[in-house]
């Protein structure tokens, strides 16, 4: 069953029919898709857009995802109106505004989407739907790292990259539990991103302190601005140089939370670190997760009880190419979706 939201014939979607460059991505008329058992369809408002997308795009993704068929439309997390069901779905679920993760490679940059109906969350009016792409895959994420975290009371926490999508979402979280948040972006281009980040509301927030980790003094800064107090926890998705000059500032007992290394290069960590100031490191991602709809409504929670409210990047549909280099080349403010 359909409303006259939909139409029928074509939608114009996203399209990859090599492997290749940012350039391979192109927008053309496609057929409309039909929701088969189990599915709804999804007019879409937002649709989201990840590192690893590009990683797909060039044929090196993860070995743990299907492999790319070509042509494909990418997408893996959308937000918008259900427009149409099948006939063994719940038909009040027509008209209703939802976010979903649609799965891997599964044709979210487009008009229309479909996505399996026990994937959706029903997002409340107030929630945009670009905040709530954001929440359904990149805050799931955050909610992850900083259950493995293990955050406490009075905790000092270095978040890398607190510009992206990611990291912008960590600082709020972290803000939110009262910790002391020093958010590290990269270049004046970022500073307004991430000041921002302080303006959501909370009655118990900490205290926050962004730095630009292109100045290499960042850490000496710091520390004076700490009143010589050491960082307890670093959340770090950067790696490299910067990743490692936030090593050297942390103080005995220290949490390290890998997530990734967006420079290109895991931070380098070696036994005496860890030794010798009893550091403790973990890796929530890459390790099976089996309660990814309970993190998803956390983050959807978050968002809409005013704890978080990420910053995107949007970009039309069209533009899906730039959106891509923006990534790769670390431009990006915010987590980057596509409006069509």
Same mark, same amino acid.
């Given at each position: ?6 139409r &029928? ?42 590192a ?11 070995? /743990?995802?299907?492999?790319? =068929? ?5 997408g893996?997390e ?14 009040? =679920? ?9 799965g ?5 940059y ?5 996505a399996?109906?026990?994937? =959706? ?13 954001? &929440? ?6 955050a909610?992850?790292v =900083? ?50 980040l ?25 520390? /004076? ?12 998705g ?7 000059? /936030? ?6 007992? /220290? ?18 670190d ?46 899906a ?20």
């Open positions: 069953m359909t409303t006259d939201i939909g &029928a014939g074509t939608m114009r979607a996203v399209v990859q029919r090599e492997l290749g460059g940012p350039e391979v991505l192109t927008v053309e008329d496609v057929p409309m898709p039909e929701p088969g058992e189990g599915q709804v369809r999804i007019r879409v408002g937002a649709a989201g857009v990840h690893v997308d590009t990683d797909i795009r060039r044929g090196e993704g993860p070995a /743990a995802m299907p492999q790319t =068929l070509l042509p494909m439309t990418p893996r959308v937000a918008g109106i259900v427009d149409a069901v099948a006939a063994d779905v719940d038909e009040n =679920l027509l008209g209703a505004r939802v976010v979903a993760h649609v891997f490679l599964n044709g979210g487009a008009e229309f989407a479909l399996p109906a026990t994937a =959706l969350h029903v997002i409340p009016d107030a929630v945009p739907f670009a905040q709530a792409v954001a &929440a359904i895959g990149t805050g799931r994420t909610q992850l =900083l259950e493995h975290a293990g955050m406490q009371e009075g905790d000092v926490v270095i978040v890398p990259g607190a510009s992206g999508g990611l990291g912008s979402q960590l600082v709020q979280l972290a803000l939110s539990a009262g910790s002391t948040v020093v958010a590290l972006f990269g270049g004046e281009a970022k500073r307004a991103v991430v000041e921002r302080d303006a959501v509301s909370a009655a118990d927030r900490g205290r926050f302190l962004p730095l630009d980790a292109t100045d290499e003094t960042w850490p000496e800064r710091m520390i /004076a601005a700490l009143g010589g107090k050491t960082p307890s926890l670093l959340l770090d950067v790696g490299g140089a910067i990743g490692r000059a /936030a090593v050297e500032t942390l103080g005995r007992g /220290a949490r390290i939370v890998i997530i990734g290394w967006s420079s290109g290069a895991p931070v380098r960590l070696d036994t005496d860890i030794v010798e100031r009893s550091l403790t490191v973990t890796v929530p991602l890459g390790r099976p997760v089996t309660q990814l709809r309970v993190l998803e409504r956390r983050a959807l929670d978050a968002v809409a009880e005013g704890r978080t409210a990420p910053p995107v990047d949007e970009f039309p549909l069209e533009d190419a730039a959106a891509h280099a923006a990534i790769e080349e670390r431009r990006q403010r915010g987590k980057v979706v596509l409006i069509p």
